[in-house]
């Protein structure tokens, strides 16, 4: 009894972070949700045949984002230019994007994450040139000159040409991944505790930028009645080899099954406590500078269109001031946001 309690209270205080981060990361979603929002929203819509002949290539549909990560970092480009741009690319041959369709798509969660994607929908075309002649008379004969009409393939791209590194932390397809896993507090065989968790998963790339944050708290019972117990909060900036990185080692790699490699920075929130064999408590408080790194290992399993299974190993390393590292196996669900 006295365990769940405890267990009662570990989520309580998770709660309660949730709450204290609420609203810190947010949308101009035409309506708002508290504890999750996934609202598209029509933007404009334009036909672009210009009193123009075309063959349509097929369809087309490419997407823009930007995302905010509590409040406190937001990166991204959901600018419909972005959006025009990777449309413009995707079918070989293209020379005009017609019946265009914009909407924008507004997605948080918990207060914690939030982004802005710039849907843009429309075909592709080749504009169709018509042969004209235009004849020249002279006095004994008469020449017919003959040309087509040129009609530039490409469009002039107005706007703000992001860098690659701006680029690469927004490329690849959005997933979202909530995760309950177990903690072992390393060095201290058989000290365990939960651990909940948010990654903002990328995917399509070789290699993409997967900010996560999670909320644990680990505990070891040691000899002579002393205990030791951490609750700590990693903010993860990591950066995923994934599937793709693979096919190019295992050709015949099933599509189902989604391997992946990350490893990066940690900002660590934490607090520690102990009780000596005597039975007395100590309590520290939080500690909110503690920089460290993360690496580890996991794969992805589809079983539906827009749900994975997922579960992964990581270590968990800190840099200054504390004795500390934990390694923590995982498991969890991971939903695509199309």
């Not at 102990?274 to 939080?286: A, I, L, M, Y």
């Not at 990581?314 to 840099?319: A, Q």
């Amino acid at each position: 009894m006295k365990l769940k309690i405890k267990y009662i209270l570990y989520l309580l205080l998770l709660c309660s972070f949730a709450l204290f981060f609420g609203g810190c990361a947010y949308t101009l979603s035409p309506v708002q949700g508290i504890l999750y929002t996934n609202v598209d929203k029509p933007v404009a819509y334009s036909s672009a045949k210009q009193n123009k002949s075309y063959q349509v290539l097929g369809e087309v549909e490419a997407r823009s984002s930007a995302s905010s990560i509590l409040g406190i970092v937001a990166i991204g480009n959901a600018g419909s230019n972005e959006a025009h741009s990777k449309a413009f690319s995707q079918i070989p041959g293209t020379e005009g994007l017609v019946d265009i369709t914009i909407d924008q798509n507004f997605n948080s969660f918990l207060g914690l994450y939030a982004s802005t994607t710039t849907i843009l929908r429309a075909k592709a075309v080749k504009w169709i040139y018509k042969e004209k002649t235009i004849s020249i008379r002279g006095k004994a004969d008469s020449t017919s000159i003959s040309y087509i009409s040129q009609i530039p393939s490409s469009t002039t791209q107005v706007g703000i040409n992001f860098d690659k590194i701006t680029q690469f932390f927004t490329q690849g397809d959005l997933n979202h991944n909530i995760n309950i896993s177990l903690s072992d507090l390393a060095g201290e065989p058989g000290g365990v505790g939960f651990r909940l968790g948010y990654k903002m998963r990328r995917t399509g790339f070789k290699f993409t930028f997967n900010p996560a944050i999670s909320f644990g708290s680990v505990k070891k019972d040691l000899s002579a009645g002393k205990k030791i117990k951490y609750n700590v909060i990693p903010i993860e900036l990591n950066v995923t080899a994934n599937s793709e990185f693979f096919n190019q080692v295992f050709s015949n790699l099933n599509p189902e099954v989604r391997p992946y490699i990350e490893g990066g920075l940690v900002y660590y929130i934490w607090k520690e406590s102990d009780t000596n064999s005597n039975g007395d408590s100590w309590e520290g408080g939080w500690d909110y500078f503690e920089l460290g790194l993360n690496f580890g290992l996991g794969v992805e399993y589809d079983i539906k269109p827009n749900l994975a299974v997922q579960g992964s190993i990581k270590k968990y390393i800190v840099f200054f001031g504390k004795d500390f590292d934990f390694w923590n196996y995982q498991v969890g669900l991971t939903f695509l946001s199309k």
